[in-house]
Nanobody, 114 residues
Framework: QFDLMESGGGSVQPGGSLTLSCEAPGLDNYAIGWFRQAPGKEREGLSCISGSEGPTFYANSVRGRFTISRDYLKGIVYLQMGNLRPEDTAVYSC?????????WGQGTQVTVSA
C-alpha cells in the first residue's frame, strides 16, 4: 500500500509559474507520472519520470514549459510549471503503478486566469 499526496496548486495569472509536489514515500524505484483533468475533458498524461534517474517524458502540450524532477532523499516528485495558460486549468494528480496496482493522489487544483 502506497500513499501519494499532491500539493502546491493554486491560482495564478497567465504567464505565471507554479511548482507542484507529489509526496511518494517508498516509491523511489518506480516511475511517477503527472496527469491532469479539466472539467468535461478526459484525463491527460503530462509527464513521467523513471525510478532510476533515467529518462523523462513530456506531452507535447507541456514540453518546454513544464519540468519534472524528483528528490530521492525526500521521496518527492516535482512538476515545475511555467508560462501557464488558461487552458492549463485542471486538477493535477500524480500516479504510480507498483506491484501491479495503480496508485493515485487526491489531486490539487490549478487555476490560470487573469
Amino acid at each position: 500500500q502506497f500513499d501519494l499526496m499532491e500539493s502546491g496548486g493554486g491560482s495564478v495569472q497567465p504567464g505565471g509559474s507554479l511548482t507542484l509536489s507529489c509526496e511518494a514515500p517508498g516509491l523511489d524505484n518506480y516511475a511517477i507520472g503527472w496527469f491532469r483533468q479539466a472539467p468535461g475533458k478526459e484525463r491527460e498524461g503530462l509527464s513521467c519520470i523513471s525510478g532510476s534517474e533515467g529518462p523523462t517524458f513530456y506531452a507535447n502540450s507541456v514540453r518546454g514549459r513544464f519540468t519534472i524532477s524528483r528528490d530521492y532523499l525526500k521521496g518527492i516528485v516535482y512538476l515545475q510549471m511555467g508560462n501557464l495558460r488558461p487552458e492549463d486549468t485542471a486538477v493535477y494528480s500524480c500516479y504510480a503503478q507498483a506491484s501491479g496496482l495503480d496508485y493515485w493522489g487526491q489531486g490539487t487544483q490549478v487555476t490560470v486566469s487573469a
